[in-house]
């Protein structure tokens, strides 16, 4: 049974910082991507960042560029997300997910597995 669960989303201010973890585990995800997308109230699931397996390539979107930041740590198992200088428009459900290559797509179709997902709520 794979799983794959997220944490540290809460309720902070705009210019705050959070950062998200997600624990794989129930199978190796070694040479495989791991990518944040969120959704929004009334929005579609959109794509946040992506990391390759040995993390040398990174991938964000235009959104978060320069405020956001992918990393892992494959010893745990484990993607993180930094988020800096936090915007109201940044509030959404965070979710982590897999991709079976080490490629760094940004569509939902090409992620395997997903999380449940986690709350970030920015205020104004």
């Known amino acids: 049974q794979v799983q794959l669960v997220e944490s540290g989303g809460g309720l902070v201010q705009a210019g705050g910082s959070l950062r998200l973890s997600c624990a794989a585990s129930g199978r190796t995800f070694r040479g495989y991507t791991m990518g944040w997308f969120r959704q929004a109230p009334g929005k579609e699931r959109e794509f946040v960042a992506a990391?390759?397996?040995?993390?040398?390539?990174?991938y964000s979107a235009d959104s978060v560029k320069g405020r956001f930041t992918i990393s892992r740590d494959n010893a745990k198992n484990t993607v993180y997300l930094q988020m800096n200088n936090l915007k109201p428009e940044d509030t959404a459900v965070y979710y982590c997910?897999?991709?079976?290559?080490?490629?760094?797509?940004?569509?939902?179709?090409?992620?395997?597995?997903w999380g449940q997902g986690t709350q970030v709520t920015v205020s104004s």
């Open positions: 997910a897999v991709h079976l290559g080490d490629m760094a797509p940004r569509e939902i179709y090409e992620y395997s597995y």
């Open positions: 990391i390759n397996w040995r993390g040398r390539d990174t």
